[in-house]
């Protein structure tokens, strides 16, 4: 590229506004849509894994942290398969707050949400995306696998409502849940 007068390079780079993190590939449940293979083997039989190599660390992820705050990013999303088993979840959370990320997003299938996390999250003022696939229990479970998983999930959202965290519900439609993924936006408020 050209450089100017002031020996800056006349190309505008594109910037980096937000930044998906995909901590690993485990996960509580046996979702059919999963693109990320991250369902639960006790639910699925044995699963494959996508990844090749070592797992990334706390300080790899660190390390993608400080360069996309260095590059003007301050909005992330932390998945998965489930983020909330990714035991260093919190660190990292402080780790982007103090490299200036304003909006942190924790995306989860909301199963994991006990009180201590939550409150955990309210205190660093992190929103939640939270997976769910229908607004009954044999339709939200025919997408996940597992049964029960609805009410904890719902048991989740009520702890997040409760600590007054942001929540935004998505939910995959797919031929299990056709007839009621539609309902979501009435029913999640």
Not at 62 to 71: D, N
Request: hydrophobic letters at 40%; charged letters at 20%; glycine letters at 8%.
């Amino acid at each position: 590229p050209a450089v100017n007068q002031s020996g800056q390079s006349n190309y505008d780079y594109p910037s980096l506004d937000f930044l998906w993190l995909e901590l690993g590939e485990n996960c509580n449940l046996g979702c059919s849509h999963c693109y990320a293979e991250a369902q639960n083997p006790a639910l699925v039989g044995q699963k494959s894994s996508k990844f090749s190599g070592a797992p990334m660390t706390l300080s790899d992820w660190e390390r993608v942290l400080q360069q996309a705050s260095e590059l003007g990013c301050h909005e992330l999303q932390f998945t998965g398969g489930e983020v909330l088993l990714y035991r260093d979840l919190l660190t990292l959370i402080d780790t982007a707050k103090d490299k200036d990320f304003d909006f942190i997003e924790i995306y989860t299938n909301g199963m994991l949400l006990t009180e201590r996390k939550v409150k955990a999250f309210a205190e660093r003022n992190v929103h939640l995306a939270v997976s769910l696939h229908g607004t009954h229990a044999e339709t939200h479970e025919a997408v996940t696998g597992l049964r029960g998983s609805f009410e904890y999930t719902l048991a989740g959202l009520k702890r997040a409502k409760e600590n007054a965290i942001p929540v935004r519900v998505a939910g995959v439609a797919v031929s299990a849940n056709q007839n009621d993924i539609l309902q979501l936006p009435t029913f999640a408020n």
